[in-house]
């Protein structure tokens, strides 16, 4: 026992003067496996305006175990390309929307091997858009979506257009420069929100961080969500750093996006309220269905207006 | 008629009651004044016997008149035998001093078991002195919460909380005091460690459940640590000193003046982690700046033997803080330009508790005592971060100067103002009647502010302030009634007012006890516990290291829980107390933070609302605990087995198991005294897995950016999880080790004590959660599926010290 005990201290002794000593654990990483059946990621937006066209993204969920690109080589006018491409994109589902009078059947559009670029690959994906000219959704009307896929998957949706924003021109000042504080009018929806994104032509193409010798217009470009029954908002630059930055002739973008419910609810409520947070995985959750009937990502849609005020130094 | 029969009745009883033989006293430490408590107190050859409370006081009533002897007996002290005279109507002050005695494991010795056996009603309570608290072997020093963790019914979220999970309770749940007052945020380092310094501890009172009415304002466990009075006798003190942190413990008699007496007790401690680290990294590294400390004062006055007053102080704080600054020159004779500016980076984030109390006790007869109770309790949290830009700039015949602040303030505090008043009364044979009225004031205030400042320019952003105050108001009133000598029943009734809402709510509490034997005991409690302020913490955080408290609004309705328990008790001749339980428990009107909702948008615009959205929620917990536990002889220690379920309700995920749900829990705890001085500790834990939401798939989460130009969408990869709590980690196991060795030293022959520990000696990885990676083709690049890996806690740890005595 006296041996322990000089024992003891002799190891105390030792370690006094050092700190805490740990042992390393080595992590032991395993293969996940996972009895997930993969569902159909659906996007798809019926959009009344004539600049943006509708499209469908038919994407599916992947299980854990599985590799999440393909390697393809592929030769065309005699050029290899070798590459990878991303197996949640599903190219040969058959996608078909109707306004209830006309149905139109919607095609992959892939990308063009020329202008693929190989440092983002993920970027390439194509959707499914419909390639004649006689679609035309209006307003208020119920258009439905039908997507089925060569493995028997299938999933519907519904969505119905929201009014087209009406921003009214009348009411716009003829110029802005950087004092200007404008109170844009535009028509009030009573069920839909609608989404106002305000920028400079400039800012677009320049970054938009405060840097002492740029010319950027910074403040300018800002988003404000409208809600139901809202026809004004009153616009002004905000603060962003040295305020004595040279300004530029230029344009103000003023676009007002109107959504359905499905849209307003994906992109804007559903953000807000993650199922499951966590700090090792992130938000995430069960994917969510809105307008959809068998998958999640949602089927929803949109209206345009825009309108534009020069502006002068 | 009738009326003049009542109120002659009534001044009969209570003129008998008064006349009644008493005898009352204190019992104390003789070495340090120390009072003692469930210390057995009893007329010999008679059934008239009780145990002192947690204060020392006892009071005997209804005393034969006559010749008799009384005995005081308490485990680890030299019994006390003393011959008195009572005459009718006498009441007799008795005070005892009692001596500390080497012998263990004499019969006489548990008789502080068994008092505790006869004298409480109530299952599911446990004393913890000292001793036991250090039984166990600790990370660094011992920690009260980590030994309470290893009892039955307690569950423990991960490695690095303290936190206290008990029987499907949270930890907001529960009500932890020190001396009475309530502590909001009892840990240091995030939960890694307690906010009580063991060294001023006496012994810790822990409910499980099932407490009487006169507790109050939680739904589900109660621990109130009462701390050292101080040596009446002499000054004295201990000086601890470890791989991590340092205490002291000061003590000693008050100046006696006018004959008031007195004690007084003094305790703190700091880490040094933060030395330590910025000894071993130097250079440009940024310092390491944390640390934590803490200090807690307490004196007593001993106005006369029927008055004491007594002051308590703590103050415990976790600081991070840095603060660092650069300089840059710029200098072009070409361009004839020249620049010079300074960035200054500060840090400082302190949170803690501060309290203060005073309390009077007044001993107004030897069957009546009222303890009247004043506290400030206050927690706050404050993250204070900034930085700033200066300069000057000139070019050509040019030149400027800027200056840019920006400042981020994030806090939370809440002050808790009490009033209370007790009063204990022995008047009725066989009654403990006990009452009393409290009176909560609480101020909550959470706040967010930025600030950003140039030459010419102030902006101030206030996103989240929200400021509240409630008050809770109690009348609560309990009888402990000794039936027979076998049949004891505790009824209790608990009022409460909120200032919030306009209904008065009321706790009924039933305790039962039948005394089937000497040595086994039944226990049976029913009882229903209000609540009236929760905290706003996400419920999948990995690890929390603040809390943020607010009270129950108006439109919410008051959560509650009931409690059915039932248990038995047997105490062994040769001192192992076998302890079974069963329990029942269900939560109505609880919420539940939604998570990562930071912002509101609707009509009114866009708010900062991390706090304000919470699901209603329901849940039940159940389950069966089985304690053996062995208090005197050489080896000491218990094994606590658990068989339990929780279960919440949420309408989004239906029913699930929260993380704390434990099917198994198995902890094994033993201190062996190798030799005279040297002792040998070590703990087994063992539980299954906790639930965990798996990640079952990979998919893209669709974007949009709202670009003026055109909209753009995209997508950013996510993953797919499960039914929440779906699936469990792997199981947790954990075996610690330690030594602790008594001596003197041989030069300043100063006693002092040397230990050393091992924690998770086998080194076994128990999962915090997964982290997942995509598995790469190192050859191809290819990205193939997901693998992951257990996010570890506790590593193998060693950590010694010193403890010198003077």
Same mark, same amino acid.
């Given at each position: 026992?006296?041996?322990?005990?000089?024992?003891?201290?002799?190891?105390?002794?030792?370690?006094?003067?050092?700190?805490?000593?740990?042992?390393?654990?080595?992590?032991?990483?395993?293969?996940?496996?996972?009895?997930?059946?993969?569902?159909?990621?659906?996007?798809?937006?019926?959009?009344?305006?004539?600049?943006?066209?509708?499209?469908?993204?038919?994407?599916?969920?992947?299980?854990?175990? $599985?590799?999440?690109?393909?390697?393809?080589?592929?030769?065309?006018?005699?050029?290899?390309?070798?590459?990878?491409?991303?197996?949640?994109?599903?190219?040969?589902?058959?996608?078909?929307?109707?306004?209830?009078?006309?149905?139109?059947?919607?095609?992959?559009?892939?990308?063009?091997?020329?202008?693929?670029?190989?440092?983002?690959?993920?970027?390439?994906?194509?959707?499914?858009?419909?390639?004649?000219?006689?679609?035309?959704?209006?307003?208020? #009307?119920?258009?439905?979506?039908?997507?089925?896929?060569?493995?028997?998957?299938?999933?519907?949706?519904?969505?119905?257009?929201?009014?087209?924003?009406?921003?009214?021109?009348?009411?716009?000042?003829?110029?802005?420069?950087?004092?200007?504080?404008?109170?844009?009018?535009?028509?009030?929806?009573?069920?839909?929100?609608?989404?106002?994104?305000?920028?400079?032509?400039?800012?677009?193409?320049?970054?938009?961080?405060?840097?002492?010798?740029?010319?950027?217009?910074?403040?300018?470009?800002?988003?404000?969500?409208?809600?139901?029954?809202?026809?004004?908002?009153?616009?002004?630059?905000?603060?962003?750093?040295?305020?004595?930055?040279?300004?530029?002739?230029?344009?103000?973008?003023?676009?007002?996006?109107?959504?359905?419910?499905?849209?307003?609810?994906?992109?804007?409520?559903?953000?807000?309220?993650?199922?499951?947070?966590?700090?090792?995985?992130?938000?995430?959750?069960?994917?969510?269905?809105?307008?959809?009937?068998?998958?999640?990502?949602?089927?929803?849609?949109?209206?345009?207006?825009?309108?534009?005020?020069?502006?002068?130094? | 008629?009738?009326?003049?029969?009542?109120?002659?009745?009534?001044?009969?009883?209570?003129?008998?009651? /008064?006349?009644?033989?008493?005898?009352?006293?204190?019992?104390?430490?003789?070495?340090?004044?120390?009072?003692?408590?469930?210390?057995?107190?009893?007329?010999?050859?008679?059934?008239?016997?009780?145990?002192?409370?947690?204060?020392?006081? =006892?009071?005997?009533?209804?005393?034969?008149?006559?010749?008799?002897?009384?005995?005081?007996?308490?485990?680890?002290?030299?019994?006390?035998?003393?011959?008195?005279?009572?005459?009718?109507?006498?009441?007799?002050?008795?005070?005892?001093?009692?001596?500390?005695?080497?012998?263990?494991?004499?019969?006489?010795?548990?008789?502080?078991?068994?008092?505790?056996?006869? *004298?409480?009603? #109530?299952?599911?309570?446990?004393?913890?002195?000292?001793?036991?608290? #250090?039984?166990?072997?600790?990370?660094?020093?011992?920690?009260?919460?980590?030994?309470?963790?290893?009892?039955?019914?307690?569950?423990?979220?991960?490695?690095?909380?303290?936190?206290?999970?008990?029987?499907?309770?949270?930890?907001?749940?529960? +009500?932890?005091?020190?001396?009475?007052?309530?502590?909001?945020?009892?840990?240091?380092?995030?939960?890694?460690?307690?906010?009580?310094?063991?060294?001023?501890?006496?012994?810790?009172?822990?409910?499980?459940?099932?407490?009487?009415?006169?507790?109050?304002?939680?739904?589900?466990?109660?621990?109130?640590?009462?701390?050292?009075?101080?040596?009446? $006798?002499?000054?004295?003190?201990?000086?601890?000193?470890?791989?991590?942190?340092?205490?002291?413990?000061?003590?000693?008699?008050?100046?006696?003046?006018?004959?008031?007496?007195?004690?007084?007790?003094?305790?703190?401690?700091?880490?040094?982690?933060?030395?330590?680290?910025?000894?071993?990294?130097?250079?440009?590294?940024?310092?390491?700046?944390?640390?934590?400390?803490?200090?807690?004062?307490?004196?007593?006055?001993?106005?006369?033997?029927?008055?004491?007053?007594?002051?308590?102080?703590?103050?415990?704080?976790?600081?991070?803080?840095?603060?660092?600054?650069?300089?840059?020159?710029?200098?072009?004779?070409?361009?004839?330009?020249?620049?010079?500016?300074?960035?200054?980076?500060?840090?400082?984030?302190?949170?803690?508790?501060?309290?203060?109390?005073?309390?009077?006790?007044?001993?107004?007869?030897?069957?009546?005592? &009222?303890?009247?109770?004043?506290?400030?309790?206050?927690?706050?949290?404050?993250?204070?971060?900034?930085?700033?830009?200066?300069?000057?700039?000139?070019?050509?015949?040019?030149?400027?100067?800027?200056?840019?602040?920006?400042?981020?303030?994030?806090?939370?505090?809440?002050?808790?103002?009490?009033?209370?008043?007790?009063?204990?009364?022995?008047?009725?044979?066989?009654?403990?009647?006990?009452?009393?009225?409290?009176?909560?004031?609480?101020?909550?205030?959470?706040?967010?502010?930025?600030?950003?400042?140039?030459?010419?320019?102030?902006?101030?952003?206030?996103?989240?302030? *929200?400021?509240?105050?409630?008050?809770?108001?109690?009348?609560?009133?309990?009888?402990?009634?000794?039936?027979?000598?076998?049949?004891?029943?505790?009824?209790?009734?608990?009022?409460?007012?909120?200032?919030?809402?306009? $209904?008065?709510?009321?706790?009924?509490?039933?305790?039962?006890?039948? /005394?089937?034997?000497?040595?086994?005991?039944?226990?049976?409690?029913?009882?229903?516990?209000?609540?009236?302020?929760?905290?706003?913490?996400?419920?999948?955080?990995?690890?929390?290291?603040?809390?943020?408290?607010?009270?129950?609004?108006?439109?919410?309705?008051?959560?509650?829980?009931?409690?059915?328990?039932?248990?038995?008790?047997?105490?062994?001749?040769?001192?192992?107390?076998?302890?079974?339980?069963? =329990?029942?428990?269900?939560?109505?009107? +609880?919420?539940?933070?939604?998570?990562?909702?930071?912002?509101?948008?609707?009509?009114?615009?866009?708010?900062?609302?991390?706090?304000?959205?919470?699901?209603?929620?329901?849940?039940? &917990?159940?389950?069966?605990?089985?304690?053996?536990?062995?208090?005197?002889?050489?080896?000491?220690?218990?094994?606590?087995?658990?068989?339990?379920?929780?279960?919440?309700?949420?309408?989004?995920?239906?029913?699930?198991?929260?993380?704390?749900?434990?099917?198994?829990?198995?902890?094994?705890?033993?201190?062996?005294?190798?030799?005279?001085?040297?002792?040998?500790?070590?703990?087994?834990?063992?539980?299954?897995?906790?639930?965990?939401?798996?990640?079952?798939?990979?998919?893209?989460?669709?974007?949009?950016?709202?670009?003026?130009?055109?909209?753009?969408?995209?997508?950013?990869?996510?993953?797919?999880?499960?039914?929440?709590?779906?699936?469990?980690?792997?199981?947790?196991?954990?075996?610690?080790?330690?030594?602790?060795?008594?001596?003197?030293?041989?030069?300043?022959?100063?006693?002092?004590?040397?230990?050393?520990?091992?924690?998770?000696?086998?080194?076994?990885?128990?999962?915090?959660?997964?982290?997942?990676?995509?598995?790469?083709?190192?050859?191809?690049?290819?990205?193939?599926?997901? $693998?992951?890996?257990?996010?570890?806690?506790?590593?193998?740890?060693?950590?010694?010290?010193?403890?010198?005595?003077?």
């Amino acid at each position: 026992m006296e041996f322990l005990v000089k024992l003891i201290n002799t190891i105390v002794l030792c370690f006094l003067f050092g700190s805490c000593i740990t042992l390393e654990q080595e992590l032991e990483w395993e293969d996940v496996k996972s009895d997930h059946d993969p569902v159909l990621n659906i996007m798809g937006i019926i959009s009344s305006d004539t600049l943006v066209d509708s499209f469908v993204r038919v994407h599916r969920s992947l299980t854990m175990d $599985e590799a999440r690109d393909s390697l393809v080589r592929d030769t065309i006018d005699g050029v290899q390309y070798l590459y990878y491409t991303p197996r949640f994109v599903i190219r040969n589902a058959n996608v078909v929307v109707s306004n209830q009078v006309n149905s139109y059947t919607l095609e992959y559009q892939s990308f063009d091997l020329e202008d693929f670029d190989f440092e983002e690959p993920e970027l390439q994906v194509g959707a499914y858009i419909y390639k004649g000219d006689d679609m035309n959704p209006h307003p208020g #009307e119920i258009w439905t979506l039908s997507i089925t896929t060569p493995d028997g998957k299938s999933v519907t949706g519904e969505t119905v257009l929201p009014p087209k924003p009406q921003i009214n021109d009348g009411a716009l000042p003829d110029t802005f420069n950087i004092n200007s504080v404008i109170t844009m009018k535009f028509s009030s929806l009573e069920d839909n929100v609608q989404i106002i994104n305000i920028g400079n032509l400039l800012s677009y193409f320049v970054p938009y961080y405060y840097e002492y010798d740029s010319k950027d217009n910074c403040g300018l470009t800002q988003e404000h969500i409208i809600w139901q029954g809202v026809d004004s908002l009153v616009y002004q630059k905000e603060f962003c750093g040295d305020e004595d930055s040279d300004w530029a002739e230029d344009l103000l973008i003023i676009h007002m996006l109107s959504m359905d419910q499905n849209y307003y609810e994906y992109f804007i409520k559903y953000g807000e309220d993650p199922e499951f947070s966590n700090l090792l995985i992130g938000s995430g959750g069960s994917g969510g269905g809105f307008g959809l009937d068998g998958g999640i990502g949602f089927f929803g849609s949109i209206g345009i207006d825009r309108a534009f005020i020069p502006v002068m130094p | 008629m009738n009326y003049i029969i009542r109120t002659a009745l009534l001044f009969t009883i209570l003129v008998s009651t /008064l006349l009644s033989q008493v005898i009352n006293g204190f019992v104390r430490d003789d070495a340090t004044g120390e009072p003692l408590s469930y210390a057995n107190v009893f007329i010999k050859d008679s059934n008239i016997g009780v145990a002192s409370g947690v204060d020392g006081y =006892y009071a005997l009533t209804n005393i034969p008149i006559g010749e008799r002897t009384i005995i005081v007996s308490i485990i680890g002290y030299t019994m006390i035998t003393k011959d008195i005279s009572i005459k009718e109507g006498e009441s007799l002050r008795l005070d005892f001093r009692m001596s500390a005695e080497a012998i263990e494991g004499q019969r006489v010795d548990v008789f502080g078991e068994a008092q505790k056996m006869r *004298q409480l009603v #109530e299952p599911s309570r446990i004393s913890l002195d000292l001793r036991t608290i #250090e039984t166990a072997p600790a990370f660094i020093e011992p920690d009260l919460f980590r030994t309470i963790q290893m009892l039955p019914g307690v569950q423990t979220i991960n490695d690095y909380s303290s936190a206290l999970y008990v029987r499907g309770s949270t930890p907001d749940q529960n +009500l932890i005091m020190m001396d009475g007052i309530t502590i909001y945020n009892p840990y240091h380092l995030g939960g890694i460690f307690s906010t009580f310094n063991t060294s001023s501890i006496k012994e810790a009172d822990f409910h499980a459940g099932g407490f009487t009415a006169r507790y109050g304002g939680r739904m589900g466990a109660i621990l109130n640590v009462v701390t050292r009075e101080g040596n009446t $006798e002499k000054f004295e003190g201990s000086y601890n000193v470890s791989s991590m942190s340092s205490k002291v413990l000061l003590e000693g008699p008050l100046p006696k003046l006018y004959g008031m007496k007195g004690s007084w007790m003094l305790a703190g401690r700091r880490t040094y982690l933060d030395q330590f680290i910025n000894l071993l990294v130097r250079g440009d590294d940024l310092p390491f700046r944390y640390y934590f400390y803490d200090y807690q004062g307490k004196v007593n006055l001993d106005i006369n033997q029927d008055h004491r007053l007594t002051y308590s102080r703590f103050y415990g704080d976790d600081i991070v803080e840095f603060s660092f600054s650069d300089t840059y020159s710029e200098y072009s004779v070409v361009e004839d330009y020249e620049q010079n500016e300074e960035n200054t980076t500060h840090l400082n984030w302190p949170w803690g508790n501060k309290t203060n109390s005073l309390t009077w006790r007044w001993l107004i007869s030897p069957k009546l005592v &009222a303890r009247t109770f004043l506290a400030n309790s206050r927690y706050r949290f404050d993250f204070n971060f900034g930085l700033q830009q200066k300069g000057d700039w000139r070019e050509g015949s040019e030149s400027g100067t800027y200056n840019e602040k920006f400042e981020f303030d994030f806090y939370d505090i809440i002050n808790d103002n009490t009033i209370e008043t007790e009063l204990s009364w022995h008047g009725i044979a066989n009654h403990q009647i006990m009452g009393g009225f409290q009176i909560k004031k609480v101020e909550y205030d959470l706040g967010m502010d930025f600030e950003f400042e140039t030459l010419d320019t102030l902006i101030s952003l206030s996103p989240l302030s *929200q400021k509240d105050q409630t008050v809770e108001s109690s009348l609560f009133l309990q009888d402990k009634w000794s039936l027979t000598q076998k049949i004891v029943l505790q009824l209790g009734g608990r009022f409460m007012d909120y200032s919030e809402h306009d $209904e008065l709510y009321f706790d009924p509490r039933i305790g039962f006890k039948y /005394l089937a034997k000497e040595d086994l005991s039944f226990k049976l409690s029913l009882g229903r516990y209000h609540q009236f302020l929760t905290i706003a913490n996400p419920e999948d955080e990995t690890w929390r290291i603040i809390d943020f408290w607010l009270g129950i609004t108006e439109e919410q309705k008051a959560p509650y829980s009931d409690h059915y328990i039932l248990g038995l008790e047997y105490l062994s001749e040769d001192n192992w107390l076998f302890r079974c339980e069963t =329990y029942y428990k269900h939560f109505e009107n +609880l919420i539940t933070l939604k998570q990562g909702q930071l912002f509101t948008e609707d009509e009114s615009g866009a708010r900062f609302t991390p706090f304000n959205e919470f699901y209603p929620t329901r849940a039940y &917990a159940y389950g069966l605990e089985m304690l053996y536990k062995k208090t005197a002889g050489r080896l000491r220690g218990w094994i606590g087995y658990t068989y339990a379920e929780t279960k919440k309700h949420i309408d989004k995920h239906g029913w699930y198991n929260p993380k704390y749900d434990r099917r198994h829990t198995l902890n094994i705890v033993g201190d062996f005294r190798v030799i005279e001085n040297l002792h040998f500790s070590t703990s087994l834990q063992t539980s299954s897995g906790q639930p965990h939401t798996p990640a079952i798939g990979r998919y893209q989460e669709w974007e949009v950016n709202n670009d003026p130009y055109m909209p753009f969408y995209g997508f950013t990869e996510a993953y797919l999880v499960g039914k929440k709590n779906s699936e469990r980690l792997t199981p947790y196991f954990r075996i610690d080790m330690g030594f602790k060795h008594k001596t003197v030293g041989k030069i300043l022959k100063i006693p002092y004590e040397r230990f050393f520990q091992i924690v998770n000696v086998t080194n076994y990885v128990n999962a915090l959660n997964y982290q997942y990676r995509a598995k790469v083709n190192r050859r191809t690049g290819e990205t193939l599926g997901i $693998e992951r890996a257990a996010v570890p806690m506790f590593p193998t740890l060693i950590a010694f010290g010193y403890r010198w005595s003077f």
